[in-house]
């Protein structure tokens, strides 16, 4: 009898409002966010304790949902957990069948009929594979990106799930990291605007869409500055580093409308992230009125007491929820624990409320309440994914993602002749490595290679020779990739193909899980025999056009000083071969520019070009050693962040300020005349730098305040401009808190971060 009282309550607080006018739902519409927690409201109050708790519960898939249901161990645990309305999300349930049956179970079989929310790791793509992030960062062009994560939310979508843990936004300057992958680089300002692109691609404008899915920023915070770049590590820097680096990305998540993070597995100043409440307490739902929910990352809850930062699993639950964390990712110490802890008087009502209520929101934000089943459609499902549609998307994408690093010769682009190819590397001819690390749902062997995308254009004159593998046993879940250190067999039979060649194309670096999570490298170089393979190619046959697949920075030193043509291709995902293809025979025009600084040695990391000047800059006396260097290897990056070439020049000049003095409400525009003095259409990313001279606390030697990509005809010339104000120069001072201060600035204007052409201007408060 009082669950069929309860079924009606149910309908009307859901937003169902089967007893309500027109009117009523007219005006529902108008006061929409007040009408959500009018709703979540009426559901707290029938919720237990237990269901409360529940949903701050979250599990990976466990059984074949469309058999019988388990009957003992764990399994049987969640499933019992999941009809009890213990379960707020599911993790790793892909495919509308799956979905929906458990759906049903949730909405159907529970006292609350509270629907699940589903996640996943759509990170660059579901089945359908855009460009690792790392990639798509060196395209520069917001749209395409902000277009590449709408390809992978509506395939996502299309199989039943609502929610993926991405963008990853933390900023990195260490490329022995294997998550460089993941993110948008080393920079402040360009990951901020691909954080707010990511976040609108994933997210859209409308919720109710059955095309989008929410976005997760993450890992908050710090992640990204792991000591000695060793996954998992601690991170310790000041809050001048936290403010001004680490926190502005996660900010523009916020103002893009991101509902949910992610907090991440390392500690800052002797607290796991996990349980920290000045992060998820005092800054994010605090100062930054972030109105979402918090979810752990994967079992770092209990990671806390590994850290000695609790002692037993019930102490971490305490602290991970009176710290801010509102969802437990597959630790299983909220529903444990929590009850307990709340009788206890260690973790208040309050607290589980407030985490319950963020996680509801969430879902009527979603319409889950009103329909549960809206992504359940196996007709869209089937018609969805990997259509045609989302192929070319994803191909635009990984031409934009290809920079250009070296052309000596013109040997680029390839002449579409009679000319001999000689095509050499194992990854040439890979169909899963360009898929890169976190690929989704997509399958082995579905990439298009090198070796096909260049058949389609020179089949009958190609000749392609492995030479050598590049690892043995490549299994994600693998302990380590073991790489191939001894096996040169087939080098004889490259070296023929080489000298009967007048181009030699090498496709040589990573395999696609090299980087990625726990896949952190001390040693940067190409893996295993390769570089002897380069080597040994380049005495039978120095005309070589050397393409990368990796998906961090390489240490490429001997490569760059010798090989004529290097093309850094990363791992573009599904349509990587016909990208790269493309590019060597110049149908299309290669743009990108680097979002990471290529070290010269692995001694120099971490490397990136916003550094401190420290108080013993470059000295100018030529025997002086007391000075910030090394005294074996240069300072400076072999290729700097922003860098890339083009298959035509550019030429900047005549660089103007409109005024030297910038006042609190006034502005400057900066310009600078762009010229195409090469013979092809191009594009090019023009930046602009400020150096804050002097502040209240020291300022990097320059900074990325603005960028455009422009495209120009041969001989044609524009005048870009560039507004700075004084938000254009605020940072988070000594005074703690965001302010322009008065003072000299330096402006810099070019195609990379050493750009020389600059002016002055002085900020008067």
């Known amino acids: 009898m009082k669950k069929n009282l309860l079924r009606p309550i149910f309908l009307i607080t859901t937003g169902l409002l089967f007893f309500v006018g027109h009117a009523q739902k007219k005006a529902a519409v108008v006061v929409k966010n007040k009408a959500i927690e009018t709703r979540v409201d009426s559901i707290l109050k029938l919720m237990t304790l237990e269901e409360k708790i529940g949903q701050m519960n979250q599990y990976n898939g466990f059984w074949d949902v469309t058999g019988p249901a388990p009957k003992d161990g764990q399994a049987a645990q969640k499933y019992e957990h999941i009809k009890k309305g213990w379960v707020g999300s599911m993790l790793n349930v892909t495919g509308v069948k799956d979905v929906k049956a458990l759906q049903k179970i949730a909405v159907e079989q529970t006292n609350r009929h509270i629907p699940l929310i589903f996640g996943y790791d759509v990170v660059h793509g579901y089945q359908t594979i855009s460009p690792i992030p790392l990639a798509e960062a060196a395209s520069w062009d917001l749209q395409a990106i902000e277009r590449s994560a709408q390809i992978a939310a509506e395939e996502a979508a299309a199989v039943g799930l609502n929610w993926t843990f991405a963008p990853m936004v933390d900023i990195t300057r260490d490329a022995r990291?294997?998550?460089?992958?993941?993110?948008?680089?080393?920079?402040?300002?360009?990951?901020?605007?691909?954080?707010?692109?990511?976040?609108?691609?994933?997210?859209?404008?409308?919720?109710?869409?059955?095309?989008?899915?929410?976005?997760?920023?993450?890992?908050?915070?710090?992640?990204?500055?792991?000591?000695?770049?060793?996954?998992?590590?601690?991170?310790?820097?000041?809050?001048?580093?936290?403010?001004?680096?680490?926190?502005?990305?996660?900010?523009?998540?916020?103002?893009?409308?991101?509902?949910?993070?992610?907090?991440?597995?390392?500690?800052?100043?002797?607290?796991?992230?996990?349980?920290?409440?000045?992060?998820?307490?005092?800054?994010?739902?605090?100062?930054?009125?972030f109105d979402g929910f918090v979810v752990s990352d994967w079992g770092s809850i209990g990671e806390m007491i590994n850290h000695g930062y609790a002692m037993d699993g019930k102490q971490a639950a305490e602290l991970a929820a009176n710290a801010g964390s509102d969802m437990d990712m597959e630790s299983y110490l909220y529903v444990a624990h929590l009850a307990q802890l709340v009788r206890e008087g260690k973790v208040k009502k309050s607290v589980i409320e407030e985490a319950a209520r963020r996680i509801l929101r969430v879902k009527f934000e979603l319409g889950l309440f009103e329909n549960p089943y809206r992504y359940c459609d196996e007709v869209r499902e089937k018609a969805t994914v990997g259509k045609a549609e989302f192929r070319e998307g994803v191909l635009d994408m990984a031409k934009k993602s290809i920079v250009l690093l070296k052309n000596e010769n013109g040997i680029l682009p390839l002449a579409k002749s009679d000319k001999k190819i000689a095509l050499i590397g194992a990854l040439a001819a890979d169909k899963s490595s360009p898929l890169g690390s976190w690929r989704g749902a997509s399958k082995d062997g579905t990439a298009v290679s090198v070796l096909e995308g260049l058949q389609k254009y020179n089949g009958n004159k190609l000749t392609y020779a492995k030479g050598a593998e590049v690892a043995i046993g490549t299994n994600v879940f693998a302990k380590e990739v073991k790489l191939n250190m001894t096996d040169k067999s087939g080098f004889e039979e490259a070296i023929a193909v080489a000298k009967g060649a007048d181009v030699v194309i090498m496709v040589l670096g990573e395999i696609g899980f090299q980087t990625g999570e726990g896949r952190s490298r001390v040693e940067l170089g190409l893996p295993g025999v390769q570089q002897e393979l380069l080597e040994t190619i380049y005495k039978a046959n120095p005309n070589i056009v050397l393409v990368l697949n990796n998906g961090r920075p390489l240490v490429i030193p001997w490569a760059a000083k010798n090989i004529p043509a290097i093309v850094e291709a990363w791992q573009l995902g599904t349509e990587s071969g016909n990208a790269i293809a493309q590019v060597l025979y110049g149908d299309y025009n290669p743009s990108g520019k680097l979002p990471m600084g290529f070290p010269r040695s692995e001694g120099q990391l971490p490397l990136?070009?916003?550094?401190?000047?420290?108080?013993?800059?470059?000295?100018?006396?030529?025997?002086?050693?007391?000075?910030?260097?090394?005294?074996?290897e240069a300072n400076t990056a072999l290729y700097p962040f922003g860098y890339g070439l083009s298959y035509t020049t550019f030429e900047y000049s005549n660089l103007k300020l409109s005024s030297n003095s910038l006042t609190k409400e006034g502005k400057i525009e900066v310009s600078v005349q762009l010229k195409n003095t090469g013979k092809v259409t191009g594009k090019e990313v023009v930046q602009m730098y400020l150096r804050d001279l002097v502040g209240s606390s020291t300022r990097p030697v320059r900074e990325l305040k603005g960028f455009e990509l422009v495209e120009l005809k041969s001989g044609e010339a524009k005048t870009i401009t560039f507004t700075i104000d004084s938000k254009t120069i605020e940072y988070y001072t000594a005074n703690r808190k965001w302010e322009a201060e008065p003072g000299d600035f330096k402006v810099f204007i070019g195609g990379n971060s050493e750009a020389t052409l600059a002016a002055d201007f002085e900020f008067k408060n």
């Open 177 to 289: 990291w294997g998550r460089v992958m993941e993110g948008a680089g080393e920079d402040v300002y360009l990951g901020s605007k691909i954080a707010y692109a990511r976040v609108k691609g994933f997210q859209g404008d409308d919720f109710k869409s059955a095309k989008t899915i929410l976005a997760c920023a993450k890992h908050f915070a710090a992640y990204g500055f792991a000591e000695a770049g060793r996954d998992y590590n601690t991170a310790d820097i000041g809050e001048s580093t936290l403010r001004n680096v680490v926190f502005p990305p996660f900010q523009a998540s916020i103002d893009a409308g991101v509902r949910t993070f992610m907090n991440s597995f390392n500690e800052i100043d002797g607290t796991p992230a996990t349980g920290s409440a000045y992060l998820q307490r005092n800054i994010l739902k605090g100062e930054w009125r």
């Open 608 to 632: 990136y070009y916003s550094h401190k000047n420290t108080g013993r800059p470059n000295l100018p006396a030529p025997d002086e050693v007391f000075w910030s260097h090394y005294g074996d």
